[in-house]
């Protein structure tokens, strides 16, 4: 698409995706808005007077309508939410408040008012939820849930397509399957012009301390630095789709450009690695080497698992990295060697 000139109002703009997003499309010569709680001045703060700020509260209909007057967009695109998985499960409320009724006023707020933009919605591969990995986890996940799920159609239900079952594990999750649905429902029922995507994790300079890439990195940090000589972290053995923040964001651009309203789509980088192999790809660009990794709380442990099995299982090349003990389950702490 020639973003020149287009009118684009960005929901979600003084987070990390928002700014990368703004950032890029005023790149590319369009007219850039940004819905900003009253309390932030982020967007001024990122881009000058570039970006036009526009207050306003997704959970109020009322600042939206005002938004959407002021911005007459061509194309929204929907990233404000509350994004963060361990918090939805505090707060589920405000959860579903902020990431569903939110996205219910956007929609809605468009609706009335009669305008016409294309509205992409950043929804999350978390509404995919539970994949079925085996016929053995079947089994367990099955007696846990009985017929809470929808049945696989197939095992194993990878790569995860857009026509998997969604089955949301987390407040967050079903706060976007709902948003989703939503959307979906909006082009079918009213014909907003719609798109959905599922968007894999996306990381980058700039992303929330709290979230595992970020912890990770700050502890690496600290170990450079000499303030700890040790990175403690938890479930280490989730595995993850990353890609870089400005693959997703090239590809919400695309959604707008091309997607079909009312659909849904992937978005991610078809590669998986476990948050384990980002400790140790993260530590041997710091210039470290892991001599030997050991649980804290007694987990069960592999003793000498060799290089080859280490690539199997991770799927990274780890070849300068010797490895005396793998855990698999509970916190672990590495115990590291200056490489040279
Ligand atoms: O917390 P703030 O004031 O900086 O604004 C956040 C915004 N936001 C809201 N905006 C308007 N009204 C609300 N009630 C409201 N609640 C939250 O959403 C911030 O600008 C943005 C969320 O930014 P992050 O937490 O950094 O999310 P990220 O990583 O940029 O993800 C963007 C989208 C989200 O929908 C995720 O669920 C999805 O991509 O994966």
């Known amino acids: 698409m020639d973003w020149g000139g287009k009118r684009v109002l960005v929901t979600g703009v003084s987070g990390f995706v928002g700014s990368y997003l703004a950032k890029y499309?005023?790149?590319?010569?369009?007219?850039?808005?940004?819905?900003?709680?009253?309390?932030?001045?982020?967007?001024?703060?990122?881009?000058?007077?570039?970006?036009?700020?526009?207050?306003g509260d997704i959970t109020?209909?009322?600042?939206?309508?005002?938004?959407?007057?002021?911005?007459?967009?061509?194309?929204?695109?929907?990233?404000?939410?509350?994004?963060?998985?361990?918090?939805?499960?505090e707060y589920p409320l405000d959860t579903l408040n902020t990431n569903t009724i939110g996205t219910a006023n956007l929609?809605?707020?468009?609706?009335?008012k009669e305008v016409d933009?294309?509205?992409?919605?950043?929804?999350?591969?978390?509404?995919?939820?539970?994949?079925?990995?085996?016929?053995?986890?079947?089994?367990?996940?099955k007696k846990k849930y009985g017929t809470m799920f929808p049945e696989p159609?197939?095992?194993?239900?990878?790569?995860?397509?857009?026509s998997n079952p969604l089955r949301p594990m987390s407040p967050y999750a079903m706060s976007k399957v709902h948003g989703e649905y939503l959307m979906r429902n909006y082009y079918y029922a009213y014909g907003l012009k719609t798109v959905v995507s599922r968007s894999f994790n996306h990381e980058g300079a700039g992303r929330g301390a709290m979230f595992v890439t970020s912890v990770i990195t700050s502890q690496v940090v600290k170990l450079?630095?000499?303030?700890?000589?040790?990175?403690?972290?938890?479930?280490?053995?989730?595995?993850?789709?990353?890609?870089?923040?400005?693959?997703?964001v090239e590809g919400y651009c695309l959604l707008a450009e091309k997607g079909k309203h009312g659909d849904v789509y992937n978005l991610g980088s078809m590669r998986t690695n476990s948050v384990l192999s980002?400790?140790?790809l993260s530590l041997e660009q710091a210039g470290w080497k892991i001599e030997k990794i050991e649980t804290m709380n007694g987990g069960k442990t592999v003793d000498n698992p060799t290089e080859r099995d280490y690539s199997k299982i991770f799927g990274v090349n780890f070849e300068k990295t010797k490895v005396d003990k793998m855990m698999l389950e509970g916190d672990i702490e590495f115990t590291i060697k200056?490489?040279?």
């Open 107 to 112: 929609l809605e707020a468009v609706r009335l």
């Open 338 to 340: 200056n490489k040279g």
């Open 278 to 280: 980002y400790i140790l």
């Open 60 to 89: 109020n209909i009322y600042s939206i309508t005002l938004a959407l007057n002021k911005s007459e967009p061509d194309v929204v695109f929907h990233l404000a939410a509350q994004s963060f998985v361990p918090k939805s499960f």
């Open 224 to 248: 450079k630095s000499g303030e700890s000589d040790r990175i403690v972290i938890g479930n280490v053995n989730a595995f993850r789709d990353w890609s870089h923040v400005m693959d997703i």
């Open 117 to 141: 933009p294309v509205i992409v919605f950043a929804g999350s591969s978390d509404e995919y939820g539970l994949v079925i990995s085996s016929e053995e986890q079947y089994n367990r996940v």
């Open 25 to 55: 499309l005023l790149e590319k010569g369009a007219e850039v808005y940004g819905l900003v709680r009253k309390k932030v001045d982020g967007g001024k703060q990122k881009f000058g007077e570039k970006i036009k700020i526009v207050e």
């Open 153 to 162: 159609e197939k095992i194993p239900e990878l790569p995860v397509r857009e």
